[in-house]
């Protein structure tokens, strides 16, 4: 094996947790020695031991003079677990190839240059951008402070996500609905709206066929006019967040927290999807999956409160022109005024077609715009 075949395979480890590490990244190491794998790690929960320590624990007096394969930067700074630059000074490892520098301001290059100081060799960008894209959420919520936001839809191959009655279930696959399970355990907290709760009165859980992580449940109800029968307030699988405009009955609220759910009242009419994204940032959530419909959905994007986009498409027309479609609002008068994105991934999912899109920065459409 190669160096970036080694630190694909440190990659890939680091794979496995994410969405089980929050608010850390997910990070992988692996140990090499003589051409031979003396050690792997991954961090497996905040507060626990990181990769790099659990590598170099298995590798035991291997770890001497071996190289190191770190997806991320290592920590220089006592957090809930010691530095992990001054164990691996300790241990006597004598390279490590770092794929991504660490933006957290604890540790920002502050990791690699102890380790260069002690004479330990550093390289710096081995498969830098596969790691950067691991890591994306966390790497937005330590440059910003508010959470990474994925929009997510299920959507027909004319762009809509109910009849015109409000009926939605179901427009896509199996596979397409088992995958949505895996973006819930990935990410910190799953957003609707208040029309979601009733119209359709979801779990929001996640319901893999091995288990995952629920997400914190956040329900935008501008005049909290949300069931107490809803499933969301009486099912304690997962904290449920309200988030209200200033105008609410207060009985119902105490009520509400009495079930054991959290209101968070605005000081204002209308609910701030701003000061909703500061407050969920100040919780250290640093992921939201949006599983709005379409006001919700147009409200995000008309505000660019949102990284990523990924939709479901089944091969299935709904048709009408009052059937619901993906992303509701006014929208722009023209065409050329559209929210512009790039595709970064389309695969199959049983009969459907997953693409994930992101926002195409101003730069980019100079680049790449037709004229």
């Known amino acids: 094996m190669?160096?970036?075949?080694?630190?694909?395979?440190?990659?890939?480890?680091?794979?496995?947790?994410?969405?089980?590490?929050s608010p850390n990244p997910s990070v992988g190491a692996v140990l090499v020695k003589d051409g031979q794998l003396v050690g792997t790690g991954v961090h497996l929960k905040a507060g626990t031991?990181?990769?790099?320590?659990?590598?170099?624990?298995?590798?035991?007096?291997?770890?001497?003079g071996a190289i190191?394969?770190?997806?991320?930067?290592?920590?220089?700074?006592?957090?809930?677990?010691?530095?992990?630059?001054?164990?691996i000074i300790k241990t006597g490892i004598r390279k490590v190839f770092v794929a991504s520098l660490d933006p957290n301001p604890l540790v920002a290059g502050k990791g690699v240059e102890k380790l260069t100081r002690a004479g330990i060799e550093v390289e710096i960008g081995l498969c830098k951008k596969e790691a950067m894209q691991l890591n994306e959420k966390f790497f937005h919520f330590i440059q910003t402070n508010t959470p990474f936001v994925t929009i997510k839809a299920g959507i027909s191959l004319d762009g809509k996500i109910a009849a015109n009655s409000g009926d939605s279930k179901w427009i896509t696959s199996p596979e397409s609905r088992q995958d949505v399970h895996h973006l819930r355990h990935e990410h910190d907290a799953i957003l609707v709206g208040n029309h979601t709760i009733l119209q359709d009165n979801p779990l929001l859980t996640t319901r893999r066929p091995r288990g995952g992580k629920n997400p914190i449940r956040i329900v935008l109800d501008t005049n909290l006019k949300i069931p107490v029968s809803a499933n969301v307030v009486q099912d304690r699988s997962a904290t449920t967040i309200?988030?209200?405009?200033?105008?609410?009955?207060?009985?119902?609220?105490?009520?509400?927290?009495?079930?054991?759910?959290?209101?968070?009242?605005?000081?204002?009419?209308?609910?701030?999807?701003?000061?909703?994204?500061?407050?969920?940032?100040?919780?250290?959530?640093?992921?939201?999956l949006v599983e709005g419909g379409s006001e919700i959905h147009a409200s995000f994007i008309e505000e660019n409160n949102y990284q990523q986009i990924i939709t479901y498409i089944a091969p299935k027309i709904i048709g009408g022109k009052d059937a619901i479609s993906f992303v509701g609002g006014i929208g722009p008068s023209l065409v050329k005024l559209g929210k512009q994105l790039h595709f970064t991934e389309i695969k199959q999912l049983g009969p459907d077609i997953k693409i994930t899109a992101k926002p195409l920065h101003r730069e980019e459409n100079e680049e790449c715009l037709p004229e």
């Open 242 to 288: 309200i988030f209200t405009g200033s105008q609410i009955d207060l009985n119902k609220k105490i009520e509400l927290e009495r079930l054991g759910v959290t209101i968070i009242s605005q000081n204002r009419k209308a609910i701030s999807l701003q000061e909703v994204l500061k407050k969920l940032g100040d919780l250290k959530l640093i992921s939201v």
């Open 49 to 64: 031991p990181h990769a790099e320590v659990h590598a170099i624990n298995e590798a035991g007096i291997s770890a001497k």
């Open 68 to 87: 190191m394969y770190v997806t991320l930067e290592p920590c220089n700074h006592h957090g809930k677990t010691p530095p992990c630059a001054d164990f």
């Open 2 to 21: 190669n160096d970036s075949e080694y630190m694909n395979l440190a990659l890939l480890l680091a794979r496995s947790t994410l969405g089980q590490t």
